[in-house]
């Protein structure tokens, strides 16, 4: 692994197909914004031919920008699929995006990939968010690798950042996170800085020259051969250490020279278990260059020792009505088992759909049936439906190159499947299957929204349904306290991308609008009320009276009715008629124009006239009862209280807690979770943490993520329910 003699790179301008699951290899590249993900991706895709030169791709002879600035802005904040063919394997490069907003498309990534290769700028060093992700590979043993970046940066300095990646990566074993090259430095110029030309290979002890542009190998000077090997040694030890070999640690010791063979096919197990975890450098091409530093080896390291799609478990699948069906992972003669992993509109294909086959081979034009898994809450349509297939393709960049079939193990994009959304199962028609989600985070921060005109309100509801299919991170809800639409988002930019996803590819303009928490009213003391109502107007007058005593309830009751009405004061027949109007006005509200909760209303007495009583009367005169009840006494306004749970870093603790208490919460206790963690459980009014997935990630710098669920409703402080009222009736 990275000392093979070089390979033959895959030809720019044509689909990629892989015939078999063991010539596939799918990587996802994770790590913060600015990491250099993108640009790496760039420089592989040009070593291994992809591209004729940087950024650029020619198809049909015809050149055209492959990574123009409106394709990087979308790259940017979506998952991409880059695919290059090295040493005749088809690898599928996952480009994710670095931005916290965006962990959706990132989980997508590490749903379709069977490694995952974490990007490390030497000059920002591993952030918060990256360390999470890193233990979330490790909870699921999916194989690592890290590669260093920016080293041409003026302090860059690649031994210390591999040491600050063992320590953020290797907790359980510092010695599991190792490099596998070690730069080379050329002069140093007028700066003083010696830029970054080559590597040494430990294992191989070669040179790898990429000062000219082309990689070149040579032997290294006897004068450089101390400088690495205390580098190499404990390599080699390392890689031992993980061998299957029991006995290769014993040899070693005792002074044998183990074979580099050797030690290559236990490095490449030990990365494809997902217990070693090499370190690697990389660089882009310079101007005119055709090999990046470090892309050799990289793709070597790809090839040689991340898994194929064999060796990826198989997620759980069952039968639509949930019975478990155990199928072989990656089997090419196999049922049909495919996901989709990523929904996007084309204005000219429609709508694209990226899948992963798990199982089986998909063909164009072949019916399939689509499997959904009720996200029902996040205004997503339940899926259970037969679809015909369009073309098959695969992407590159704007590009679709037409392929004729995808293997089990293969990513490939999908067109005109109408219905089909991210995380939806395709399966066999006559064979339905579902795949087990994978974990999506919650949306938790709301963006309320409203058309801007009436041409733009005629279009909204297919613009946000067709928004919430390409994102299932988003949830769309309807309050239909507040009469509101809102769309609740992961963060400021994932909701600034929605609006402009909403402007440009849907053609709907909206507003955006103050969110309105759904608050409740009720009654602070027992009162009573009369309500009358006597018309006379010519022909049939109304007449009803009621007389009614109200009484708070413990929360969470709602409305209570209950008749007391003895010797037929209010005859049989009227009395559901005040119920309904007491109901209608509580509906409604008596003091801020919230509904009204938690009472219960006893109806005592009345009269009624032959003649002039009527249902509508009954109804008028239980409201007007209700509201002059209301006035008899004090009105508590409730709000939503939310028990939040808080899971951050130990060193970000205190800050959580004393945030929390600022925003009017109770911390209820704490707990340790894992190593180095800590989770915080507090309640807090729905009204202080409408921003608090923002906040959140700035107090905590990335290192926390929270969740919230209704607990109840509770009286509010007197002095922020008279501003509301005021408020209320100012409008």
């Known amino acids: 692994m990275g000392d093979k003699a070089q390979t033959h790179p895959g030809a720019a301008g044509r689909a990629l197909t892989a015939d078999h699951p063991t010539s596939v290899r799918n990587v996802v590249l994770v790590g913060h914004s600015g990491s250099g993900k993108t640009t790496l991706v760039e420089a592989l895709a040009l070593t291994a031919g992809a591209v004729n030169r940087a950024g650029r791709v020619e198809d049909g002879g015809t050149v055209s920008d492959y990574d123009d600035i409106e394709h990087r802005q979308q790259r940017s904040v979506q998952l991409s699929l880059v695919p290059v063919e090295w040493d005749g394997i088809k690898i599928n490069i996952l480009d994710t995006p670095g931005y916290a907003d965006f962990v ?9 990939a069977d490694a995952a290769l974490f990007v490390v700028s030497a000059s920002d060093g591993v952030d918060g968010s990256t360390r999470m992700v890193w233990e979330e590979c490790q909870a699921v043993g999916m194989p690592r690798a890290i590669v260093i970046t920016h080293l041409e940066a003026a302090r860059a300095n690649f031994e210390e950042m591999t040491r600050v990646c063992a320590e953020a990566f290797g907790a359980d074993d510092p010695d599991a996170v190792l490099p596998l090259y070690l730069p080379l430095r050329g002069p140093e110029g007028p700066d003083g800085h010696a830029p970054v030309t080559g590597l040494v290979g430990l294992l191989s002890q070669k040179l790898f020259d990429y000062s000219t542009g082309e990689r070149k190998e040579s032997e290294p000077g006897e004068d450089q051969l101390p400088d690495i090997e205390e580098a190499r040694n404990r390599l080699i030890e390392g890689i031992i250490a993980e061998s299957e070999d029991e006995t290769l640690m014993d040899r070693y010791l005792g002074g044998e020279q183990i074979d580099v063979k050797t030690l290559v096919d236990d490095l490449e197990r030990a990365v494809a278990r997902g217990t070693f975890f090499p370190v690697l450098a990389a660089a882009p091409a310079a101007d005119g260059a055709r090999q990046g530093l470090g892309t050799v080896e990289l793709l070597e390291l790809i090839t040689g020792g991340f898994p194929t799609p064999f060796e990826h478990p198989m997620p759980g699948v069952t039968t639509i009505d949930g019975k478990p069906r155990e199928l072989k992972a990656c089997d090419p003669d196999g049922p049909l088992v495919a996901e989709v992993v990523k929904t996007s509109s084309d204005p000219y294909v429609g709508r694209v759909s990226l899948v992963r086959v798990f199982s089986g081979s998909l063909r164009p034009d072949e019916t399939v049936h689509v499997s959904g898994h009720g996200l029902a809450d996040r205004g997503h349509e339940d899926h259970d439906v037969d679809e015909k297939i369009g073309a098959l393709s695969m992407s590159f960049g704007k590009q679709q190159r037409p392929v004729t079939h995808a293997v089990a193990g293969d990513l490939v994009s ?7 959304e991210t995380g939806d199962t395709l399966s066999a ?3 339905p299957l579902l795949m087990e989600p994978w974990q999506m985070p919650d949306p938790l921060l709301p963006l309320a929204i409203q058309a801007h005109s009436k041409a733009d309100e005629d279009k909204l509801s297919q613009g946000l349904s067709r928004l919430v299919a390409e994102d299932p991170t988003m949830r769309l809800e309807q309050n239909q306290d507040t009469h509101q639409v809102v ?12 609006l402009e996803r909403l402007r440009s590819r849907y053609g709907v303009q909206v507003d955006v609008v103050a969110h309105k928490v759904s608050l409740r009213e009720t009654f602070a003391t027992k009162a009573a009320g009369r309500g009358r109502h006597v018309k006379q107007s ?3 007058g109304q007449y009803a009276i009621c007389e009614i005593e109200v009484e708070p309830l413990p929360g969470g009751s709602g409305i209570e009715f209950v008749d007391k009405v003895v010797g037929g004061a209010v005859p049989r027949q009227f009395i559901p008629s005040v119920e309904k109007g007491v109901r209608a006005q509580a509906a409604k509200g008596v003091a ?3 509904p009204l909760v938690d009472v219960r209303v006893t109806l005592l007495d009345g009269k009624a006239h032959s003649v002039d009583s009527s249902d509508a009367a009954f109804q008028t005169a239980g409201a007007l009862a209700l509201r002059e009840a209301a006035a008899e006494t004090r009105i508590h306004l409730l709000e939503p209280v939310a028990e939040v749970t808080v899971l951050v870093a130990d060193g970000y603790v205190g800050s959580v807690m004393s945030d929390l208490s600022s925003r009017r919460g109770r911390v209820l206790g704490t707990e340790q979770v894992g190593s180095g963690r800590t989770l915080v459980r507090a309640e807090v009014p729905e009204f202080e943490i409408g921003r608090y997935a923002i906040d959140l990630r700035s107090l905590s710098h990335g290192t926390a993520r929270f ?3 209704y607990a109840r409703h509770e009286p509010m402080p007197p002095q922020i329910a008279e501003r509301i009222r005021e408020q209320a009736g100012e409008s």
């Open 707 to 709: 969740d919230r669920a």
């Open 414 to 420: 999908v067109a005109k499947l109408g219905r089909a």
């Open 592 to 594: 801020a124009g919230y």
């Open 429 to 431: 028609k006559d064979d």
């Open 538 to 540: 010519g022909g049939h």
């Open 104 to 112: 959706g498309e990132l989980r997508a990534g590490l749903r379709a």
């Open 487 to 498: 769309v609740w988002c992961l963060g400021e930019a994932h909701a600034d991308v929605a």
